[in-house]
C-alpha cells in the first residue's frame, strides 16, 4: 500500500481502496517530501497527522505538501515540531458515501421466545468535524475501519432498543409494535453514532421467531388458520415432503382409511373382544 513520491491517492490501480465496505484507511509513508501532491476524492475527506498531531483536514481537490523546510501550516508546525526528525505523515482518507451496515442479533418475547431481528441502515461522514470525530473516537482495524467493525460497535445499542419493546410484547403483536421498536431503534442509534462522527440515514428493521418451525406455524395462523388448524397443516405439510399419501388427511384431521377399512381408528363394540377376555 506504498505511496508515490509525487502523487498520494487513495486509488491503486484504478480501484477505490474505501470501496463500498470501509468508512476508512489509513496510509503511512516516509518518501513524501516537499511538493508532493495530495489528491483527494469527490467522495472522500482526507485527514493529514504527523507524530499523533493532525495537521489539516482536506475536502475534494489536489493539495501540494511541504515538509518542515517548507512548513505546512507556517510557524505554528516550525514550533511544534522544530524538524529535528523525519517528517513522516499518515493520511487518512475517509469515505463520504452513504456506506450499508446490517446487524443481527436475537431478543427475547414476553413469554421468553426467542426472536431473531436484523437491522439495515445506512450511514455516512458528512462533515470535516465528522471525520476528525471518527479517526479520534474509532481504532483503526489495521489499516482500516470497515463497516463491520461500525456493526460490532452498535451492536449493543441495538439490541438494548429492540428489548425494551420486545420483552414486554407477546411474541404473535410484536409485528403491531414494529414501528414504536423502528423508531427507539433509530433515536438510540443516532444519538449512539453522533459520537463517532456517524450519521444515520434510513433504516429497516426485521423481527421474527427464531425457530423456523414457529415462523411457520405463525405464518399459517396469519392466513387464517386457528392454532389447532395451523398445527394440524404444518403436519400435513411435512408429511407431504416426506411423499405420505395420508398427508391430506392430517390437513382435514380425517382418519386414513385403505380399501374401505379406517386405519388407525378402532371402534369397540360387541363384536371386538379387548385382550384377555373370554
Not at 429492540?162 to 414494529?178: G, L, P
Not at 425457530?211 to 411435512?238: C, F, H, N, W
Not at 382418519?255 to 378402532?266: A, R, W
Request: a negative charge.
Amino acid at each position: 500500500m506504498a505511496i508515490t513520491r509525487q502523487v498520494i491517492t487513495s486509488l491503486q490501480n484504478g480501484t477505490d481502496l474505501l470501496g463500498t465496505r470501509n468508512l476508512a484507511v489509513i496510509l503511512v509513508d516516509e518518501s513524501i517530501v516537499s511538493g508532493s501532491l495530495l489528491t483527494v476524492e469527490s467522495n472522500h475527506f482526507c485527514v493529514l497527522k504527523s507524530r499523533g498531531a493532525v495537521l489539516n483536514v482536506y475536502e475534494t481537490g489536489q493539495y501540494a505538501l511541504s515538509t518542515p523546510d517548507k512548513p505546512l501550516l507556517g510557524s505554528i508546525a516550525q514550533g511544534f515540531f522544530g524538524g529535528n526528525s523525519p517528517w513522516v505523515f499518515e493520511v487518512i482518507y475517509i469515505n463520504r458515501s452513504k456506506l450499508l451496515v446490517r446487524s443481527e442479533g436475537v431478543a427475547t418475547s414476553e413469554e421468553m421466545a426467542e426472536m431473531a431481528y436484523q437491522v439495515d441502515y445506512y450511514i455516512h461522514v458528512d462533515t470535516p468535524q465528522a471525520a476528525l470525530d471518527l479517526i479520534t473516537h474509532m481504532p483503526f482495524n489495521g489499516a482500516f475501519i470497515d463497516v463491520r467493525q461500525v456493526a460490532e460497535y452498535a451492536g449493543p445499542a441495538i439490541e438494548q432498543s429492540i428489548n425494551q419493546i420486545v420483552q414486554v410484547t407477546k411474541m404473535e403483536d410484536i409485528n403491531e409494535h414494529i414501528n414504536d421498536v423502528r423508531e427507539l431503534v433509530k433515536n438510540h442509534l443516532t444519538d449512539f453514532l453522533k459520537a463517532y462522527g456517524i450519521t444515520l440515514n434510513d433504516l429497516k428493521i426485521l423481527i421474527m421467531p427464531k425457530d423456523e418451525r414457529m415462523r411457520e406455524l405463525i405464518s399459517l395462523q396469519a392466513i387464517g388458520l386457528t392454532p389447532i388448524e395451523a398445527v394440524r397443516y404444518y403436519l400435513a405439510l411435512k408429511m407431504a415432503d416426506k411423499g405420505l399419501i395420508s398427508a391430506p388427511n392430517a390437513a382435514a384431521g380425517v382418519p386414513f382409511t385403505i380399501g374401505g377399512g379406517t386405519t388407525g381408528v378402532y371402534s369397540l363394540g360387541d363384536d371386538v373382544k379387548l385382550s384377555g377376555e373370554k
